[in-house]
């Protein structure tokens, strides 16, 4: 019984490269045909009849079916691609500006003047004070929370 062993130099640097490359197309096969079968079932235009005689041909005779399915439906695929990014980025934006419009809600002028009124029958704020901020308030140019309204009346 004599095993042989096998050390890194009994291995050339060319076979080195040559199953790095090997390796490489397995993967991009791999993800050429996943891409495919998700194309497969992304397309509305194809019926389920259709749809499962593609999936069929792709699995069973995955080196052929790819190659078929890229010539026949090739273009369609990258219109597909397309087509589904441009609604997502429509939806994300439609997202974006949906959340920017109905934020976090500013408090009114009323209600601003209300918390103020509190404050100065509290004793929070002098009267001095209170004009400021009523004043600010008023002309809209005075902040809307209650940091900077403190911030403005010098307390």
């Not at 399915?69 to 974006?96: T, W």
Request: aromatic share 14%; proline share 3%; net charge neutral.
């Amino acid at each position: 019984m004599s095993a042989q062993t096998y050390l890194a130099y009994d291995y050339p640097l060319l076979s080195v490269f040559w199953s790095m490359l090997v390796f490489f197309l397995w993967i991009l096969w791999f993800v050429l045909l996943f891409r495919i079968i998700v194309d497969i079932f992304r397309d509305d235009d194809l019926s389920g009849w259709a749809k499962a005689g593609w999936t069929l041909f792709v699995v069973v005779l995955p080196f052929l079916g790819v190659f078929v399915y890229l010539i026949a439906r090739g273009k369609g695929m990258g219109k597909r691609e397309v087509a589904e990014a441009r609604a997502r980025q429509e939806a994300f934006d439609s997202y974006i500006r949906q959340t920017a419009v109905s934020g976090p809600a500013r408090p009114s002028s009323a209600e601003e003047l209300a918390k103020l009124s509190d404050m100065r029958s509290r004793g929070d704020i002098t009267d001095d004070e209170f004009r400021r901020a009523k004043a600010l308030v008023l002309a809209e140019t005075g902040p809307a929370d209650r940091s900077d309204l403190h911030s403005a009346t010098g307390s």
